[in-house]
């Protein structure tokens, strides 16, 4: 016999930006019978829900839970922010497929943001099949950098009409098990090696799935704005809905122009294009150390990069690019204490939580070159913090009604395996902040449209029609 819920009382705000109205809702089987007042059923398990709102699941559409779901499928830091669904395979990065002698590359490649994970030969159907149960539902993503890292590995080129057909036939494979899109990182090499043609070879194929792109900016600071037209062609020459991930100005030089940035996306939508964006509600960005130099350092892999590191040359063109224009991809930053030491395998724990700055000066030693140093110390694996943006672009993007919410962190605990380093915020407190900062104390945005750019417009724009809102017949 389905088990039988009734939540009474509650106030129930339904996920499509309508008022919250005093209600009760019964739920049979996993799904939802029926929402109505003084409901009364003798066999149900009864919740009181008076004083309380009554939501759907939230759905977490940007996040790197792939990397540690394996490792923590309770789902501990989502779960008790009330997320009930992750996308997963974001930024370009996807843990399949990993092809015959290829593994090792992928580890490598993954390692600064997953170095706890077992990479193992596998295509991306055996990948999804064998995922493991977890407490949350997961949408699948591939990865864009991971294809072209199976097909040319880390060469800074185009791809040749036979590389390309492989890619294309990557991307079939893994939307034929059930990928839900393409993720791609435009930033960070390889996918920073790629040119709009590339993409749109590949989106005609998402076409043909009707399946979604997801992309994280190929400049999130002094060419944003550049960055987002490229994402809005990828979308009027596909005819594929775009998701932009993480959606931010980073620079000092790029503050204050969140209201454009949202101008420019609405006049996309008017034209027709198919086009979304979502955020994480804080000032701090992360990635791995080594992507804030130029993508040129990285070409070849991990051991080229180090080589390079090791002239002279080559980290003088380093300092002179960053004084023209800031750390690839997060601009302008105030000074080097902006950046602060997430997880760093290789090196001792209690570095974790401190910021370059701080360490330079117990080094005695230039700033500047104890971040080359350090990524040479770590071969590439640590991962940082990097205070980059402005609190008042966060808070626009924050009002705004349609600009979704992402936490762009992984489903973690603080304790096991994920409990270590010094994580980013976001992976335990995205949704929370939002509606305890910006809609209880700051009073932003009404809570539901806060609530609906957390449901139901997640929903839309994933096409998934059984979540997202409280109404009969849907997911409980």
């Known amino acids: 016999m389905a088990e039988e819920i009734l939540i009474r009382g509650g106030t129930?705000?339904?996920?499509?930006?309508?008022?919250?109205?005093?209600?009760?809702?019964?739920?049979?089987?996993?799904?939802?019978?029926s929402v109505g007042t003084d409901m009364v059923n003798s066999s149900a398990r009864v919740i009181e829900a008076d004083g309380r709102i009554v939501a759907p699941g939230f759905i977490d559409i940007k996040t790197h839970s792939d990397w540690t779901l394996p490792l923590m499928p309770q789902?501990?830091?989502?779960?008790?922010?009330?997320?009930?669904?992750?996308?997963i395979?974001?930024?370009g990065f996807s843990c399949?497929?990993?092809?015959?002698?290829?593994?090792?590359?992928?580890?490598?490649?993954?390692?600064?943001?997953?170095?706890?994970?077992?990479?193992?030969?596998?295509?991306?159907?055996?990948?999804?099949a064998n995922f493991p149960a977890?407490?949350?539902?997961?949408?699948?993503?591939?990865?864009?950098?991971?294809?072209?890292?199976?097909?040319?590995?880390?060469?800074?080129?185009a791809p040749e009409?036979?590389?390309?057909?492989?890619?294309?036939?990557?991307?079939?494979?893994?939307?034929?098990?059930?990928?839900?899109?393409?993720?791609?990182?435009?930033?960070?090499?390889?996918?920073?090696?790629?040119?709009?043609?590339?993409?749109?070879?590949?989106?005609?194929?998402?076409?043909?799935?009707?399946?979604?792109?997801?992309?994280?900016?190929?400049?999130?600071?002094?060419?944003?704005?550049e960055a987002v037209d490229e994402?809005?062609?990828?979308?009027?020459?596909?005819?594929?809905?775009?998701?932009?991930?993480?959606?931010?100005?980073?620079?000092?030089?790029?503050?204050?122009?969140?209201?454009?940035?949202?101008?420019?996306?609405?006049?996309?939508?008017?034209?027709?294009?198919?086009?979304?964006?979502d955020q994480y509600p804080y000032v701090a960005a992360s990635n791995p150390l080594k992507n804030l130099m130029p993508s040129w350092l990285q070409e070849g892999g991990v051991d080229a990069m180090l080589e390079r590191l090791g002239q002279r040359e080559v980290r003088d063109r380093i300092r002179a690019e960053i004084n023209d224009r800031g750390l690839n991809n997060f601009g302008r930053i105030p000074d080097w204490d902006a950046i602060r030491i997430s997880i760093s395998p290789n090196q001792p724990p209690d570095y974790a939580g401190r910021t370059m700055g701080d360490i330079a000066r117990e080094r005695g030693a230039d700033p500047f070159e104890t971040v080359l140093d350090y990524i040479v110390e770590d071969r590439g694996q640590s991962r940082v913090l990097v205070s980059s943006i402005?609190?008042?672009?966060?808070r626009a993007f924050v009002r705004d009604g349609d600009v979704m919410v992402g936490s762009d962190g992984n489903s973690v605990a603080p304790y096991g395996t994920t409990g270590q380093g010094k994580p980013h915020p976001r992976f335990y407190g995205t949704f929370a902040r939002i509606l305890g900062q910006y809609v209880r104390d700051e009073n932003l945005l009404p809570i539901e449209r806060a609530i609906w750019k957390m449901t139901g417009a997640p929903a839309r724009a994933l096409c998934i029609t059984a979540r997202g809102q409280i109404k009969p017949g849907m997911a409980a």
């Open 12 to 33: 129930v705000i339904d996920g499509t930006g309508a008022a919250g109205v005093r209600a009760d809702v019964a739920v049979r089987g996993g799904r939802i019978a």
């Open 75 to 87: 789902c501990e830091s989502k779960v008790r922010q009330g997320v009930t669904t992750e996308v």
């Open 89 to 91: 395979g974001h930024c």
């Open 96 to 128: 399949a497929p990993a092809l015959p002698g290829k593994a090792e590359a992928l580890a490598e490649y993954l390692g600064p943001s997953a170095p706890w994970l077992t990479f193992v030969e596998t295509d991306y159907a055996d990948y999804a």
């Open 134 to 157: 977890t407490s949350v539902n997961r949408v699948m993503l591939v990865g864009h950098n991971t294809l072209r890292l199976m097909t040319m590995g880390m060469e800074d080129r």
């Open 161 to 225: 009409p036979a590389e390309l057909d492989h890619m294309k036939a990557l991307l079939e494979d893994a939307l034929a098990a059930g990928a839900f899109g393409m993720s791609s990182g435009l930033f960070t090499a390889p996918g920073s090696y790629s040119e709009g043609e590339e993409l749109v070879e590949l989106g005609a194929i998402l076409k043909r799935h009707d399946a979604l792109y997801f992309t994280h900016l190929r400049d999130e600071s002094n060419q944003v704005y």
């Open 231 to 277: 994402a809005t062609e990828f979308g009027e020459r596909t005819g594929v809905h775009v998701q932009i991930v993480h959606i931010k100005l980073s620079g000092m030089d790029n503050w204050g122009g969140a209201d454009k940035l949202i101008t420019q996306l609405r006049d996309a939508r008017a034209r027709g294009v198919k086009i979304d964006c």
């Open 390 to 394: 402005s609190e008042d672009d966060v």
